[in-house]
């Protein structure tokens, strides 16, 4: 085992690894934050992406030990301490982003991170960002929609593909 | 996954030495790598990531030669490589955003998947290969699908790539694994036209001669309206039969030609 230590959501954090350790397996089960899923545990769903030093990565292909030091944003992070959801969140809610909720926290991530790098993003470009993100519910749809709500953006009747 | 040790050096030279343990393996992105360990496919007893050593990275051009570090994600190539306009747009095209963060050159070009991209671009570029040890022709690295001519313990350090006159990467994506079915990368230089294709063949890239051949007289989708790529040895699988894979090579080098 090897101590690793990293900021998580503005918290310095702590904790022995293996190397084979997964950075979502550190975040799942030596620091309890169950927010980030882990869907395929294949690098194809996204539902475990999480921001490191501020790029979306897929936490389940990432060992921990690489990010040793490193700045990480999950989904916990997200909402203000009193439970106020960010835009994001919000209007996954108010457009009915999410139905079992198991993607929505990889789409969330994602979505910020589109959102950082491109704040005004056209349905197209929501759709190509969103490529490595995979909800079996939507159909997408609605998260285009809630995505073009957050960016401020009219939500226009976004053809279903 | 079996465990391993987990080494992280600042330099080449530690990251060369550290190679040395046995049944040791360099880890970049992880993009490859860790699914195949995974799968037990892969079970290194000591993995060295490169990702810490600061000279592995960057993009910069001199000469008209991009060189690339080797430790350089998708996403830096597509962000910075504006000299080379077609090979940023292929980096852009890799995978999804998560993979391009992570996933860099080096790893995609030590892997030599048969179906992945960079090796299209590499090859198609005429670039050099550039290792802790010697400079390697592109000609002479790519021996076969996941196989290079890269030595046990060789990193990798950066690829250096001549800027073409005009070139294109055309990819046909699969869909479900976000690879290319087939790819053809397009370059034409003052030395004449090369054509690089992937995804397509059981022996991994390979240079598509007899349309460089038509090519290198005639810069034009026309120019190769007469010929056929041939069907031996490509891959054949429920995506696509060989028959359907040969027909793309032909449809995406004139698109390529096209649009370079
Ligand atoms: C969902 C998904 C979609 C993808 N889509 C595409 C795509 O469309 N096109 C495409 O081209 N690729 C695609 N990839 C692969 C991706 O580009 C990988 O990043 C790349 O193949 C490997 O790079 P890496 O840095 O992750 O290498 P790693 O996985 O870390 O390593 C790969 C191999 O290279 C060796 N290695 C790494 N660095 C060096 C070095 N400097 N010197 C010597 N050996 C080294 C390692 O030991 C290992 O054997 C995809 C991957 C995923 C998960
Ligand atoms: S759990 Fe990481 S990509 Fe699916
Ligand atoms: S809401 Fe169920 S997988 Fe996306």
């Known amino acids: 085992m090897t101590e690793v230590s990293m900021v998580v959501n503005g918290r310095k954090v702590s904790g022995n690894v293996e190397g084979r350790t997964l950075l979502s397996a550190f975040l799942r089960e030596n620091l309890g934050l169950t927010g980030t899923h882990v869907g395929c545990d294949t690098s194809q769903c996204g539902a475990c992406v999480v921001h490191v030093d ?101 939500v226009p009747a976004v053809a279903a593909e | 996954m079996y465990n391993f040790e987990f080494v992280k050096p600042a330099t080449v030279d530690e990251a060369v030495a550290a190679l040395q343990a046995e049944d040791a393996q360099p880890l970049s992105g992880g993009q490859t790598l860790i699914p195949t360990m ?52 292929l980096a852009g095209g890799i995978g999804d955003p998560a993979v391009r963060n992570r996933g860099t050159i080096g790893g995609s070009l030590a892997n030599n998947d048969p179906a992945a991209c960079y090796p299209a671009a590499a090859l198609g570029s005429g670039a050099t290969v550039v290792t802790n040890t010697r400079e390697i022709a592109i000609d002479d690295y790519f021996q076969g699908m996941f196989t290079t001519a890269l030595e046990e313990g060789e990193i990798i350090t950066a690829v250096k790539f001549p800027i073409p006159e005009k070139a294109n990467y055309q990819k046909f994506e699969q869909p ?17 036209v090369r054509v690089a294709v992937t995804g397509a063949s059981e022996e991994g890239v390979f240079r598509w001669t007899e349309a460089e051949a038509a090519l290198s007289a005639n810069f034009a989708p026309g120019a190769i309206e007469g010929l056929s790529a041939s069907a031996d040895g490509l891959i054949g699988d429920l995506h696509g039969t060989p028959a359907y894979r040969a027909s793309l090579i032909k449809t995406l080098t004139k698109r390529a030609v096209t649009a370079a």
Not at chain 1, 94 to 103: A, M, T
């Open chain 1, 54 to 154: 501020g790029a979306a990565v897929k936490s389940c292909t990432m060992f921990a030990l690489d990010a040793e030091g490193a700045d990480v944003a999950t989904i916990e992070g997200q909402a203000a301490p009193d439970g106020t959801l960010n835009v994001i969140q919000q209007a996954f809610q108010d457009y009915h982003g999410l139905q079992c909720g198991f993607c929505t926290p990889g789409m969330v991530m994602s979505a910020a991170a589109l959102l950082k790098e491109n704040p005004k993003p056209s349905e197209a470009e929501i759709r190509d960002y969103l490529e490595g993100n995979i909800c079996r519910c939507t159909g997408y749809h609605n998260i285009v929609r809630a995505i073009m709500a957050a960016s401020g953006q009219d």
């Open chain 2, 176 to 192: 479900a694994s976000r690879f290319a079915l087939v790819g053809v990368f397009v370059a034409k230089t003052a030395d004449g």
């Open chain 2, 38 to 89: 995974k799968q037990r496919l892969n079970a290194p007893s000591t993995l060295v990531s490169l990702i810490g050593i600061d000279s592995l990275k960057g993009v910069s051009e001199a000469g008209g030669v991009l060189t690339i570090g080797a430790g350089t994600t998708h996403a830096t190539v597509a962000a910075e490589a504006g000299a080379y306009p077609a090979l940023a747009a």
